[in-house]
């Protein structure tokens, strides 16, 4: 009889503390309404019912959860549609809120009761509350990002998306990627690019593929995103798509030849080089690259020289072209004239040398052109004074050492 009694008090106790928790539940969403909420206690009294074993996975106290915050949202809106001034922070805070708690209430809204049927209590309000609300997520992102905090603005950005995906949408208003839904996506991209973590913006900036919008801009910053993620396969590629969706935009041209230029893959470099050449013909420094290209990368002199000619007569004042003309022949008529050391022929030598020595020649004006329009720099200087040695220009070979050496 005793051991009967025991187990009856102990059920009547447990009834007795899911009931008092279910109280606390409503008397949190009574506190939470009207002119005088107190928003402070109601989120106490649903805080611990959220962790209490009794009302933890209730639907409803996890509705009334993002119904607090709705509220408190929803007060300092009103301000605002008043004309009056909102507390900003409190507002998105409230705002930023509300999706966890009702995406959690709706879950457990769905489930089927002991009779094994589904009767939602609190999905109609939910989704009322949210498609209500969904606008302002954009707005709140926009604060954030505002106030530079990127963070918070890619979340309510991300809320913003989130809403418009939930399934409890489909087919409705809410759901549509129309231009608002593609601004928010695009921006959320964008604060996502400022958080340094490449993983998060590229997972964005792939989201934001999807849609026609600002791509151009899209691609530049997935391009920059995986060159700093150390992704070189995604960087070329994403350079290359983005290159033949817009042919006339620099970045992508450019990108891909400064890339296959530093990666040694020189006849890519080549072609694209000769196809920003086509388009912009009186662009100098296209010319002294290819230039580059070929003297460094293919080795193929003669093509160097003609390409440097012609950044030269594109720009007569390029004095990194002149330079680089005059480099040509200095480098060869070094070659030319280790290779004439190494002779013993008398005659075949004195040939030999007579080549290099022409060479010595024809790189000097340049050199000397170069020197006159940057006398501090000294890799012109060392040039000159290399040309004055082997030509033996005893004056002038004096003159540069001395200036060498203030």
């Known amino acids: 009889m005793k051991r009967l009694l025991l187990t009856v008090a102990l059920c009547v106790a447990a009834s007795s503390a899911s009931f008092a928790q279910k109280k606390a539940v409503k008397e949190a969403q009574g506190i939470a309404k009207g002119d005088k909420a107190d928003f402070t206690e109601a989120r106490a009294l649903i805080k611990g019912a959220l962790e209490n074993p009794e009302t933890k996975d209730d639907a409803q106290a996890w509705y009334v959860a993002g119904f607090i915050e709705d509220q408190q949202f929803s007060a300092e809106r009103t301000k605002q549609i008043l004309g009056q001034q909102p507390n900003e922070p409190v507002m998105y805070e409230a705002l930023g809120a509300i999706l966890p708690y009702f995406k959690k209430a709706y879950e457990l809204d769905q489930l089927p009761n002991e009779k094994g ?8 309000d939910i989704k009322s509350i949210l498609g209500a609300d969904h606008v302002y997520y954009f707005n709140g992102g926009a604060y ?12 309510f950005f991300n809320q913003y998306l989130e809403i418009s995906e939930l399934p409890m949408f489909e087919g409705t208003q809410t759901a549509e990627k129309d231009s608002t839904f593609m601004t928010v996506q695009f921006y959320a991209a964008v604060a996502a690019t400022q958080l340094q973590d490449s993983p998060i913006a590229i997972k964005a900036l792939e989201r934001a593929k999807s849609t026609d919008f600002r791509l151009n801009d899209i691609y530049q910053y997935l391009a920059y995103e995986y060159q700093q993620a150390g992704d070189s396969v995604n960087h070329v590629k994403t350079l290359e798509e983005g290159y033949s969706k817009f042919p006339n935009e620099d970045f992508f041209l450019m990108s891909l030849i400064d890339t296959y230029i530093r990666s040694g893959q020189n006849e890519k470099a080549i072609s694209y080089l000769n196809t920003a050449i086509a388009q912009k013909p009186s662009e100098s420094q296209l010319y002294h690259a290819l230039g580059i290209v070929y003297e460094t990368g293919t080795k193929d002199y003669a093509k160097a ?39 013993n022929d008398s005659k075949k030598y004195q040939e030999e040398l007579t080549i290099a020595k022409d060479l010595f020649k024809q790189a000097l004006p340049y050199f000397q052109k170069a020197h006159e329009m940057k006398p501090g720099e000294s890799e012109y200087m060392v040039a000159l004074r290399g040309i004055y040695y082997n030509l033996n220009m005893g004056p002038e070979l004096e003159a540069i050492e001395a200036e060498m050496n203030k």
């Not at 049927?117 to 109609?124: A, N, Q």
């Open 144 to 155: 954030y990002f505002d106030q530079k905090d990127y963070k918070k603005a890619y979340d």
């Open 117 to 124: 049927k589904i009767k939602p209590k609190y999905s109609k």
């Open 305 to 343: 020289e003609e390409t440097f000619k012609k950044a030269l007569e594109v720009n007569p004042e390029s004095v990194e072209s002149m330079s680089a003309l005059g480099r040509i022949y200095y480098n060869q008529a070094v070659n030319k004239q280790g290779e004439a050391n190494m002779i």
